[in-house]
């Protein structure tokens, strides 16, 4: 990924009532950013929007075209149920190059069964996706992740039914893709986690609060703001022309400030 991706002036929301207010930023490539704030402050929409998945109500990105993007939503959003193995899922990971009627080399085989061993599933590949536990299901979708061989890779709440030590081995992968020059956004509820694998953070309360390296952005100061902010928030408003005139809090300084 060469080149940043700009947020200029985004607002986001669901049948006209935004979610998400004026939001001007950049991502520098190979950002890995942890998304953090109250509940219902607006991480899944700002995600989904960067897949695709959501049009702007007002404001524009740019930088995402010619990117691929790989996307993991929250757990409850994926049927578990759906009657294929897991080493189909995964293999699903080279759409890119295979499409929708083409079959796998042996060497792309290969390359699955190398994905299931990276995330300690190395011998579920016979397995349907409904003989798994919430964490292998994870991992089976971070295996598919790591085929994908995404620019930018959106993660929400990865590490949900995971357990410690399979969390420390995702993260790990995590690293991997910053080092390897990817861009990587995840939303997170674990602040000691964003504090010690998230080199930058957003921390979002329906607007922006604050946005730039993690240990200047989650102090306790800005978290109490975000707290506020939710609390404020009036859900009968109607599209804000600013974002201060509905939330009534200024957006915190910080060594990259944001401001809408």
Not at 88 to 114: F, I, K, P, S
């Amino acid at each position: 990924m060469a080149h940043p991706i700009h947020l200029d002036n985004l607002t986001l929301g669901y049948e006209r009532h935004p979610a998400v207010h004026h939001l001007s930023l950049t991502l520098a490539p190979g950002s890995l950013v942890g998304v953090v704030g109250p509940n219902g402050s607006g991480k899944t929409t700002l995600l989904k929007a960067l897949a695709g998945l959501l049009p702007p109500m007002q404001g524009v990105v740019h930088g995402l075209s010619g990117l691929r993007v790989a996307y993991l939503p929250q757990h409850s959003e994926i049927d578990r149920d759906f009657p294929i193995r897991v080493a189909d899922l995964v293999a699903m990971g080279l759409w890119h190059e295979v499409g929708a009627l083409g079959g796998l080399t042996r060497g792309q085989r290969h390359r699955c069964e190398d994905a299931l061993q990276t995330v300690g599933l190395g011998e579920f590949g016979h397995r349907t996706l409904d003989t798994l536990s919430g964490g292998q299901f994870q991992c089976a979708l971070f295996a598919r992740l790591l085929l994908q061989d995404a620019d930018l890779v959106l993660l929400d709440e990865p590490f949900a039914a995971v357990d410690t030590r399979t969390t420390e081995d995702l993260l790990a992968i995590l690293s991997q893709w910053h080092q390897a020059g990817k861009t990587v956004l995840v939303v997170l509820h674990d602040l000691p986690q964003v504090m010690a694998h998230c080199p930058e953070t957003l921390l979002l309360a329906r607007s922006a609060v604050a946005f730039g390296r993690t240990h200047d952005v989650l102090t306790p100061g800005n978290l109490q703001r975000a707290r506020q902010m939710t609390e404020a928030w009036d859900e009968s408003a109607p599209v804000c022309q600013h974002a201060e005139a509905i939330a009534g809090f200024p957006v915190s300084a910080s060594p990259r400030q944001v401001t809408p």
